[in-house]
Structures are given as C-alpha cells and as structure tokens.
C-alpha cells in the first residue's frame, strides 16, 4: 500500500495530511524533561507560520550524538502579545510550540546518526519519521512501582517535620535528593535514583 505523500511550500514533509517535523532540544531541556514528568513540551521562540502547525507529528532528539527521546504531536502554536492583546502595537513575545507527548524514550534514547538537521526546528521527511517510530517500537508494559523519599528531619512536632521536608523537597528537588523506587510488591529490588538515574547509596561498595 502506497502513502500519498504531499508537500509544504518550505519543503516540509507531509504523510496523509500531517506534516513530520524534528525538534532538537537542548542539553540542559533535555535533563530537565528527564527529571519531571510533563503532559507537553512548551517551547518558545522556534513556532513560526512556515513550521509546525496543531495535527503535526514531532519527533524530540538531542545532539551530539543525534538520538531520539520523544515523540509528540504539535497542540499549539501562539504568538502572545506582552502587554494589551487588542493593540495590534504592543510588543509581541517570541512564538511558542506547544508538543503533546505520545511516546517518550528518554530513559533509553534511539540512535538518530542519519538525520540532518538545520536548526532547532527541521522538516522530516515522513519516511524518515516512520523509520525512528518503528525503531523505537511500542512502549513498554506498565506496572505499578512503589517510590519514596526519606529524610531524617528535626522538628518540634509532626506537623513543622512536614513543613521541612516539603522545603526540602522544593530546595533540593530530583537532582540532590535520592527516591526510592521498586516493584509492588518485591520490595527486595529497591534501587536508588538521583539524576533520573540509577545512584549506589551503599558507601561500602564505593569503598
């Protein structure tokens, strides 16, 4: 079966009426994104009238070396005016791309070495976009995990320890505090996470 394949006036690609368009996200984006889990991928300054539009189909890589970590579908694209929105003289904010997620790899990013990209924004040819989806394959099942964060807090009474660990959590967040985190019911395989990565809390074994 042949896809009808059509094309923008910029050259951008075009399977079934949904253009396929590559956004390259920066280093320090992508570790945020690896932190936290969000719903969509807000970014400003690369929407434009010639790029992607709400219905395109995205895939999120970083460089060097290109690998793809998400995919997504484009929401949104909308210019903001900063001050009074019926005064076509205010100042305008930069565009902002709205992506919802629909596949996420940043755990596990797949080698992306044959695309080339021209800039934070590139249109992808929708052959090139199917091959990185069939190489990324279907999620992985879901299960049910059991995390958790413990602290060692002094406190004048239960309810200021709750107080100071919420502070602690905001002030240290992902990137200093540990989370615990194992398989319902098979406590036993509890590993630590810093960094959205797998952290050895056990000094012992440094040693």
Known sequence: MTTETAYRADGSGRADGVGTWA?????ERYEAERLVHHDTLELTGLADVSGPGPGDQVA???DAPPRLVALGRVAATARRHREDPDDPQSGVEPAELVVSYTRRAFDEPVPAD???LDGPVSPLEPAAFRA???QLGPPPARRTWLVSLDLPIEAGSPAEAVRLFWS??????PRELPAFVSPAGDELAMQAFVLGAEAN???EEDD
């Open 201 to 203: 809390q056990d000094p």
């Open 132 to 134: 990185l989806a069939d």
């Open 168 to 173: 602690y959590v905001q002030e240290l967040g």
């Open 60 to 62: 999120v890589l970083v």
């Open 23 to 27: 956004v390259l996200l920066p280093a």
């Open 114 to 116: 044959l695309l080339t």
